[in-house]
Every structure is written in C-alpha cells, then in structure tokens.
Nanobody, 124 residues
C-alpha cells in the first residue's frame, strides 16, 4: 500500500509560480512511475505530467509544456511539480498518483494510488 500526500497549493496571481510536493510512504516509491493530474470544477480529470522511476524520462500535457516541470527525489520519497507562468485556466485540484508498474503514463486509469489533492487557484 502506498500513501500519497500533496502539499504546496494555494492562491497565486496570474504569472506567478508555485511548487507542489507529494510525499510518499512505502518502499516502492523509487520503482514507481509517478504522475500529476488535475481536475477543475465541472470538468473531467486531466493529465498534467508524468515521470519515470529514475526521473530521467518525463512527459507533459501540451497545455503545461514549457511552464511546468515534474521532478522527484527518490531519497526523500517525494515528487514535485514546479509551476511557473500560471494562468487562470490552471486553477484546479492537483493530484499526484503512483503507478506500481514502472513505466510512465498519461492515463489516469493506469495508476494504482492517488493522493487527496491540493487546491491551486490562479487569479486574473
């Protein structure tokens, strides 16, 4: 069983930055692919970014490419999402997810564990 706890969300003005963190327990973090997803009110959950177990391979949604950076520290069992040049349309609850199979994926249904989410609100 893997437990994931996100933090770092908040209210920020458009153009600002935030860094989200996702702390994982368990011994499988370093062998798990990880991902960030988000869900805005009234919308379906959407993929944001994913990273391989080693951290050497990443993939982003087109909507965040060049603005967001996913990274991980396996020694600290922590996943990060650095968000810059934030836009009002980035407003959502952000979730981290772990995939036991160590291959990164943009499909939410391929992830086994999810955090409770952290709210990000970008004001215009």
């Amino acid at each position: 069983q893997v437990q994931l706890v996100e933090s770092g969300g908040g209210l920020v003005q458009a153009g600002g930055s935030l860094r989200l963190s996702c702390a994982a327990n368990g011994r499988t973090f370093s062998s798990s692919a990880m991902g960030w997803f988000r869900q805005a009110p009234g919308k379906e959950r959407e993929f944001v970014a994913t990273i391989s177990p080693s951290g050497g391979n990443t993939y982003y949604a087109n909507s965040v490419k060049g603005r967001f950076t996913i990274s991980r520290d396996n020694a600290k069992n922590t996943l990060y999402l650095e968000m810059t040049s934030l836009k009002p349309e980035d407003t959502a609850v952000y979730y981290c997810a772990a995939r036991s199979r160590g291959i990164r994926s943009s499909r939410g249904d391929e992830y086994d564990y999810w955090g409770q989410g952290t709210q990000v609100t970008v004001s215009s």
